[in-house]
């Protein structure tokens, strides 16, 4: 280990910078976030540094260095363009016994400054020595897509109930078990959805009976496959998960984001093959939480478009079980946005409509005539059973036969394929379509073969997008 990480306390400490330009900037902010007493060397000054040593927010000291100006100072930070200055800086501040910083000069440097995620009072630094600060920086980016923001408030909140917990619960072992259950649960979902009171509430109604268990349900839309489609709170989310519940349209991809020790347990229901009932999703989900877990029920999509979603919720309701949801990139938006057809635009289409093609036995008829209409888009979900008679009723409605339909199977996958037609001839098209597939009807397709940007299998430059032509 070439750096020993250390966090150190700057508040109301002077510090000295060397240097009044961009770089300097960027360092006196970081600085002057940690409460230091930034004093400025320099010859001149940045504009916004200027305007912060005129409110008096930094001092700038002189413009010209001198060893003296390194006797009561606690960091040193060297940020000019001057290499002889630079490597004078460092040479006294050692002398001195001072931690010194030349910026963007690793041998100079008895301290360096790391990638930062800060969710203060909670701050995760990063380093890599100086040897590959990009590298730091990328992990940086990860790490911060897995912390929520309200990580830091959290850790605030629950300062405010530690003498009560110790009160509580005197052993240590037993105020461990009972922050591990706060922060993987109902006060920790809570903290994240910004409603802080319920979530004080929560701690003091768990603290105030820590033996009793109290669960939750998250409902969360995984997307239409690709697992970059996943929205950042739904990877927070399979993170804190106990037990995740999913659908077979669960890509595999987004499975593995499920935090490891999470028990996975399959409910999904295919065509023609027998499947988990919804009334017993419904009570496993109800029985799960009610032991005290976090429950994710993971749909593909977004759980309250076509998903059964709001089904699921409302068992949680009458049951009295706490839930929230997350919701997810539907198939209508990213499968037709990796085909390249957009669902509207001015010249063909001025408005969507979303129609699901599997309904209970006794629902209401479609309105043909109205889902006839041209100038409109359609997305049909699960409609490749029903191809040949929703072709057959638009056209007997109005919708002209030659109008520009698609199937798109497996959408933002690998395998996503994309066949284009007709209306006439949707049927024919559908049963060449492998499941997961969606119908697109309507005149935006036509765009399909010039804005078709995402193609996993294309093989030559020449490569066009696919088109069957069935005549």
């Not at 701050?123 to 040897?131: K, P």
């Not at 979530?199 to 969360?220: R, Y």
Request: aromatic fraction near 6%.
């Amino acid at each position: 280990m070439d750096y020993l990480p250390l966090f150190a306390s700057l508040k109301g400490r002077p510090v000295l910078v060397v240097g009044g330009g961009e770089i300097a900037e960027r360092k006196i902010t970081l600085l002057r976030r940690a409460g230091a007493d930034v004093q400025v060397v320099a010859t001149q000054l940045s504009a916004p540094l200027r305007q912060l040593a005129d409110q008096q927010q930094i001092h700038w000291l002189a413009q010209q260095f001198t060893p003296t100006q390194l006797d009561a100072v606690f960091l040193v930070i060297a940020a000019t363009n001057d290499r002889a200055l630079n490597r004078q800086v460092f040479d006294e501040a050692n002398a001195r016994q001072r931690l010194v910083n030349v910026v963007d000069d690793q041998p100079l440097c008895s301290f360096i400054f790391p990638s930062i995620v800060d969710r203060s009072p909670l701050v995760v630094a990063i380093s890599s020595g100086g040897n590959a600060p990009v590298l730091a920086r990328l992990l940086r980016e990860k790490i911060e897509a897995l912390l929520p923001v309200s990580l830091g408030r959290m850790a605030d909140v629950a300062g405010q109930f530690r003498e009560q917990l110790k009160q509580a619960l005197p052993t240590t072992d037993a105020r461990r078990r009972f922050w591990d259950r706060a922060f993987r649960g109902r006060f920790a979902s809570l903290m994240a959805t910004g409603n802080e009171q319920a979530a004080q509430d929560a701690l003091a109604a768990e603290l105030a009976q820590p033996d009793a268990q109290q669960g939750e349900i998250i409902l969360v839309g995984a997307g239409p496959g690709d697992a970059g489609l996943l929205t950042l709170r739904g990877l927070q989310v399979l993170q804190q998960a106990d037990v995740v519940l999913y659908d077979h349209l669960v890509s595999d991809a987004v499975r593995d984001l499920v935090r490891r020790d999470a028990e996975c347990i399959c409910v999904g229901k295919r065509a023609g093959e027998h499947g988990v009932p919804q009334h017993e999703t419904n009570q496993m989900l109800v029985d799960l939480a009610r032991e005290g877990k976090t429950v994710v029920r993971l749909k593909g999509g977004d759980s309250f478009i076509f998903g059964r979603g709001g089904e699921e919720l409302e068992a949680a309701a009458q049951a009295g079980i706490p839930f929230q949801v997350v919701p997810g990139v539907t198939a209508a938006a990213g499968a037709t946005a990796y085909a390249g057809i957009p669902l509207t635009h001015r010249d063909y289409a001025q408005s969507v409509t979303f129609v699901t093609g599997h309904y209970k036995a006794d629902s209401a008829p479609f309105d043909w005539a109205q889902l006839a209409r041209s100038h409109q888009t359609l997305a049909i979900y699960m409609g490749t059973m029903k191809a040949a008679e929703i072709s057959q009723q638009l056209i007997a409605h109005g919708r002209d036969a030659a109008t520009p339909v698609a199937v798109i199977s497996r959408g933002t996958r690998e395998d996503q394929q994309v066949l284009t037609g007709t209306l006439e001839q949707l049927e024919s098209l559908a049963t060449q379509a492998p499941m997961p597939a969606l119908l697109v009807i309507g005149e935006v397709v036509a765009l399909h073969a010039q804005l078709a940007w995402y193609q996993p299998h294309r093989q030559a430059e020449g490569y066009r997008p696919a088109v069957v032509d069935l005549a």
